[in-house]
């Protein structure tokens, strides 16, 4: 039974930081590529960042320069380094995993960047 567990999340001041880890289980973790969407209320999920099978890293524009995404084989984790982060980040972060044919979705983890 595959299960993508996010955590890490939780209220932060702008121009603070956080790290989001999303550890995987029941699953070949090195053969799927990785991402980071998002979401809020209304509005549909959005993609944030991936890591592939062999490292590379694509981001959404606005978060490049202040996120980093990687992944740890080892430990069948990947994380989200968020830096400077502003109130429009607040949202529910959700841990993707793609393979050939399947994809799987974690459960969220709330961020809120809030004064």
């Known amino acids: 039974q595959v299960q993508l567990v996010e955590s890490g999340g939780g209220l932060v001041q702008p121009g603070g930081s956080l790290r989001l880890s999303c550890a995987a289980s029941?699953?070949?973790?090195?053969?799927?590529?990785m991402s980071w969407y998002r979401q809020t209320p209304g509005k549909q999920r959005e993609f944030v960042a991936q890591?592939?099978?062999?490292?590379?890293?694509h981001y959404t524009d606005s978060a490049k320069g202040r996120f980093t995404i990687s992944r740890d084989n080892a430990k069948n984790t990947v994380y989200l380094q968020m830096n400077s982060l502003k109130p429009e980040d607040t949202a529910a972060y959700f841990c993707?995993?793609?393979?050939?044919?399947?994809?799987?979705w974690g459960q969220g983890t709330q961020v809120t960047v809030s004064s």
């Open positions: 993707n995993a793609i393979g050939v044919s399947t994809t799987y």
């Open positions: 029941g699953m070949m973790f090195s053969s799927y590529a």
């Open positions: 890591v592939g099978i062999a490292g590379n890293t």
